[in-house]
């Protein structure tokens, strides 16, 4: 009888096994992992394979583990100035300056502080730590006012952001927001933020940090704004967001395991 290929995915808290060939589409939804990628023939009978009936084709699929893996990569962008991470660090596993630059001129301290004073401005983050995402651009963009660097972080002219006023976000990769850190919303208020045309309003809270999955593609905006009803004059401290991996990486992914079948066949 035939042998079917088993595919092994290892992650540190559990495994999962694939037994049937028919089933290997199933690894086109998984993501964000960092795993280890292995293919076997079971020995369930013995066939023609004989002693040969257990190969691993690591070389083949070692590439797809590394871009599965930085795919999971987060990075948080802090706005201020009496944070340690004011600027942008890579937070997967730990906190690794990442490195700024701006079209509107050079950065002194590679953190925002050039952004105050301006209405508009165009970065760029860099580093091996989001490779092979680098460099990840964004612009920001203000309206009712030039953006305010100050000791609560990022508003418009000071004091929060007010009726009339926004930030606006927008990136040139796909993105999933996963935290906002603001400061200043009082009991009763709300911030309002407007994520790919859907608005969230988000209240006060232990830190004003607020948790979820938040999808932003590529070109969309975020807008921090104002609350039509009981609004916050509050400050944007921060935002963690995941890289959303290209298309490559999946079909990297699908060349790898197709490659592996082929070999498989040629050695019965």
Not at 59 to 84: C, E, M
Not at 142 to 171: H, N, P, W
Not at 195 to 212: L, P
Request: hydrophobic fraction near 40%; proline fraction near 3%; avoid cysteine.
């Amino acid at each position: 009888m035939r042998q079917h290929p088993v595919f092994f995915l290892a992650r540190p808290d559990r495994s999962y096994k694939l037994t049937n060939h028919k089933n290997v589409t199933q690894l086109a939804s998984i993501k964000n992992w960092l795993w280890l990628a292995t293919v076997t023939l079971t020995p369930r009978l013995t066939g023609s394979f004989g002693m040969k009936s257990h190969i691993i084709l690591f070389p083949f699929l070692s590439i797809t583990a590394f871009s599965i893996s930085a795919s999971a990569q987060a990075v948080r962008l802090t706005f201020d100035p009496n944070q340690i991470d004011y600027g942008a660090f890579e937070t997967t596993v730990a906190e690794i300056e990442l490195t700024l630059e701006r079209t509107g001129g050079s950065i002194a301290s590679n953190d925002f502080a050039e952004l105050d004073g301006i209405a508009s401005d165009n970065y760029s983050i860099g580093g091996t730590s989001v490779t092979p995402h680098s460099p990840i651009g964004f612009s920001i963009l203000t309206s009712g006012g030039a953006a305010k660097i100050d000791g609560t972080a990022l508003d418009v002219g000071g004091g929060g952001i007010d009726s009339g006023e926004s930030i606006t976000f927008v990136f040139d990769t796909s993105i999933v927001i996963s935290e906002f850190d603001f400061a200043d919303i009082g009991a009763s208020e709300f911030a309002s933020v407007t994520i790919a045309g859907s608005t969230q309003t988000f209240g006060n809270s232990i830190g004003d940090s607020h948790s979820g999955n938040f999808s932003l593609n590529q070109g969309q905006a975020l807008e921090f704004g104002f609350a039509a009803a009981n609004g916050a004059d509050y400050d944007v401290q921060g935002f963690t967001f995941t890289i959303v991996p290209e298309p490559q990486t999946y079909a990297l992914l699908a060349g790898s395991i197709a490659l592996a079948f082929a070999m498989l066949r040629r050695r019965k």
